[in-house]
């Protein structure tokens, strides 16, 4: 359904628009679409345009991303404002990853305004997808940042752990950012270890997820547990465990990859 592109079309009347308020996303209560907004719509409502990207296409018609003034006022009885959690399991894996992917390039434009290395205002390269400073020729591209997420099991168990930091008591798989020369693999094994102090073999990837929070990628292990005992880092992890598949805690939705690392398994199970 979407197909991602730099180049925008000459012009087309049936343009498509996530809109974002002051980092919110704008959701029309009344349409089915939810989060995409019809050119028409965005004309009418009269909002103050700063900034607008093109994405890429949603079946046929070209979506964009617009960034509106905060001090418009959109009607609260037809637009909720929310973060992309807000959507998060309420709307289709391939809607999530184009919101996803509209933040993600609003917060790429506004963090690269100015060259890190001259201080020159950098100019907009859509065609390329790039931020470019013409006197020193610095050249930034959207960050994406590669993170392991990892699934280790024993038998009919698995080990899900708590973030310290998330505001839900909800439990989860493990994962990590890669480091400057790590692989994959050596971020996965570091990273349980750190976390929760065991280790772990047999590494099988799953599959990958864009996530965009705020802009990892992350890519999908199952490991197998090998040896040692559960100790968590409390800086990162509030606490961890061993979780029979049929017993399982509050655990993270299906369009996660979290949440299909956890499905999968059990259904190898079964």
């Given at each position: ?42 004309q009418r409502s ?10 890429g296409y949603w ?212």
């Open positions: 359904m979407f197909r991602p592109d730099n180049t925008p079309p000459d012009s087309s009347d049936f343009e498509l628009h996530i809109v974002f308020q002051g980092g919110q996303l704008l959701s029309d209560m009344r349409s089915q679409t939810g989060c995409l907004i019809a050119r028409e719509q965005v009269g909002w103050t345009e700063l900034r607008r990207q093109f994405l079946g046929d018609q070209p979506c964009y991303v617009l960034e509106i003034d905060t001090v418009d006022q959109p009607d609260p009885l037809q637009y909720q404002k929310g973060s992309l959690y807000h959507i998060l399991g309420r709307v289709d894996e391939q809607l999530f990853a184009l919101a996803g992917r509209a933040a993600q390039l609003l917060d790429w434009e506004r963090d690269h305004r100015y060259c890190g290395r001259c201080g020159d205002k950098m100019t907009v390269d859509l065609q390329e997808r790039a931020m470019r400073c013409d006197p020193c020729r610095v050249i930034n591209y959207p960050r994406i940042s590669p993170c392991v997420i990892v699934l280790v099991t024993r038998g009919e168990e698995l080990l899900l752990a708590r973030n310290a930091n998330f505001p839900q008591p909800m439990y989860s798989t493990l994962a990590g950012f890669i480091e400057a020369g790590e692989t994959a693999e050596e971020t996965l094994h570091r990273e349980v270890r750190e976390e929760v102090g065991v280790e772990v073999t047999n590494l099988r990837y799953f599959q990958s997820q864009s996530w965009p929070f705020p802009n990892q990628l992350m890519l999908g292990f199952f490991a197998d547990y090998v040896g040692g005992d559960i100790v968590c880092q409390p800086s990162e992890i509030a606490d961890a465990g061993w979780f029979h598949y049929s017993e399982l805690p509050l655990i993270p939705p299906a369009s996660s990859i979290s949440g299909q690392l956890i499905q999968h398994y059990i259904e190898t199970l079964k």
